[in-house]
């Protein structure tokens, strides 16, 4: 099998007169391992890196603390948890984790490392690890491993989680995005059979909102606060369905002033007062799922979690007639097509940590296919994979409800699109560039005024 | 050579001096230690070498470190720099947020004393009645100002919620409003919610101040005004009213100085959106360093301290004044 994976890139290296880090590029995403990567650069004339290796670690009386985003299922979050102090215990290793905020996990991330001092392990989101390219520590054996258990990588995730081709971080999927929505509702408004004919375009899904709103009570609601999650999910997808970019493919041209995307922005304003909770625009990746559950919109841009919440007993959002109620459709299409942003989460060891080789341990453990299998389980179809390997799973395929989370994987794109996922998508990202646009558009009510000041921000990032 | 007399005064002149009237004192050769003892300058850099150490180490500099990766281009875990003198800080007045956050910052310090004032004094002159439970309210006073900032700014962040607010659901109640406030997803309203909370933090600052002046004046001054037939507030201006002049305008000069390193408050209602309309000093330079443009986010930071350098010598030479 791994031969067969090698021999295919050998042959398409050869064809396509692959560089070398092209060759790392695709061999990672089909999941071979060192050894087959070793032999695929030799064969086509490239030079094969020297990968350490280790020696078994001694790891008695060690330490390792971990800093993680908090998850939106809290069990999975308790089961990360258990987890790592099982195997803490398991190797006498001294194991906490820290679970914070997403906004807050990129700056405690930054303080660390300009400090030299912090957690072992940080979890990365989406283009993150560019940030950090030169003090996390190379982990090519580690991906490789990882890769060969997800079935190889899918390219939206090398995009996002690899730098240029090299692995400092092992990617471990991400939350993906869809409609949640009241099917009653919708019906109410005038939908017929919802799940069959949910607004396919941006414009008919405004439409339908307005109903929603005037004559249902139950607006659209979108939060478009600065926060990691569910704004930027929804205004990166609708910025592309507009014919916007961020920058040309040469990573620099900035692409986002456009005509169609000034029309687009203008419906998307319009349509604000007359379909949207207005109050949305302080809204974080937490408020819509509360302003859902407690029965105050009829349809958010979101991961799975608030289906999730009101399907769980135990939890203090069950509500079964709502999770009844509660179906999902892809996001909808503008002119330009039909996108999500889609880039995966990853874990990576930081170069000042002194206990790297726990890190290491615990990274290995924790990406081999039992340990990992469970973890997404517990998600429930929150988190999708960033291989093939396990989509196959129950939890993705047994809740057709849950399908147009996973369908995701074949409309994404990554940030700073159509350039690398790189530093500089991951600068205009943290400044919320594409998002405040929309934020700015539909308070001043002046679009062309917002897109001009976004595609300054850009142009000073991108051009810096 | 020094010489003395019997008494051991020093002579001036060996001239005036008979030879057999003169004392000799033979002269000591004084040890390091005893110099040292005996120099008052020695012993006052040796009491102040702690605190010295301590404001080098800890203030000095990382405040000289600070003006120079300011004036670089240093992103956090990249080792290439490069010294580009004031670039940051020409760059940051032509940025709109900046320009936003400076606004901000005195809309948020300068544009809440005034209310803040107005009712520290009135808290302070009802609590300086002597009436039932009197101490226990005066402690209540301070409660705002006592419980850590996160906390007090988590339960604001609930009563503010756009979607949940207890605010809003009170109002809608009483038919005040048709729905849900915006508390925080209205630029003007978001920066109302956070002079609002900032307000209700202040408040026993300039209650406490003002009271503990009041305090401090005899009851037998109003006792004689009210006798001579001062009203109320005549009384006010002539007793308690010179006594505490200086204490309001003291908390009005802490009250402007501590928004410009404020930060809890901000950060938890409002992350400085939406659309990064609420950004204080303190919450853009983190949001800049978030994305590890360290220069940048260093450069925000010291662009207070020009401002805050003249609102200190003001407010000490007032202290010292006092």
Redesign the interface.
Known sequence: MTEDRSATLISEAKAMRYSRRTVMKRASAMGLSAAALGSVLSATGHAVSAAPNRAPALLQGGSLNMLISTAFVPAAQDFFQEQATTWGEDNSVDVTVDFINW?DL??RT??A??AGAGPDIVELWDTIPY?????LVPLPDLAAQAAEVQGGFYDWVVNTAAIDGEWRSIPHGTSSAAIAYRKSYFEQAGVENPEENFPATWEELFEVGRVLKEEVGKPLGQA????LGDPPGFCYPYMWSYGSMEVEEDGTTVAFDTDLFREGLEMFVQAWPEAF????????DS?NN??YL?D?ISATQNGSSIYLAALDEEGENYNPELAEDTFHAPLPSGPEGQFASLGSRSMGILDYSPNQDEAMAFLEWWFSAEPFQAWLEVFEGYIIPPGPAFIELPVFVEDPKLAPYTDVVNFGRNKGYAGPANLRA??AS???VVV?TF??AV?SGDVGAAIE?GAQMLE?IYNR | MVHYDSQGFAMSTLQETRPSERVIVPEVQEGFWTRFQRRESSLAWLFLAPGLLILILFIAYPFGYGIYISMTDAF????ERNFIWLENYR?LLDD?IFQKTVRNTFVYGVGTVPFKLALGLGLALVLNQKFRFSRLYRAFLLLPWIVPTAISSLAFLMLF????SPISWVLEDWGVIGG?I??????IN?IISLCVANIWRGVPFFGISILAGLQAVPDDLNEAAALDGANAWQRFMAVPGPVIRNTPLIATLFSIIWPFADFQLVYVL????????THIFGTYS??T??????GTAAAISLYMFPILSVLAVILLRYVRRD
Do not use: C, H
């Open positions: 906004p990129q700056p930054t303080s490392v300009q940030l950090f390219s030169e003090n478009l606060g600065q926060s909770d207005e109050t949305g625009l302080g809204w974080d408020t509360s302003a407690s105050q991951a600068q943290s400044q919320y405040n934020a700015e308070q000041q000073r | 956090v875990g990249f080792a760059r709109p919620n756009g979607v949940m849900s915006n508390f925080l997803g209205d630029p978001a409002t992350k400085g959106g939406p659309a990064n309309s983190y949001q360093l978030g994305y590890t443009d360290i």
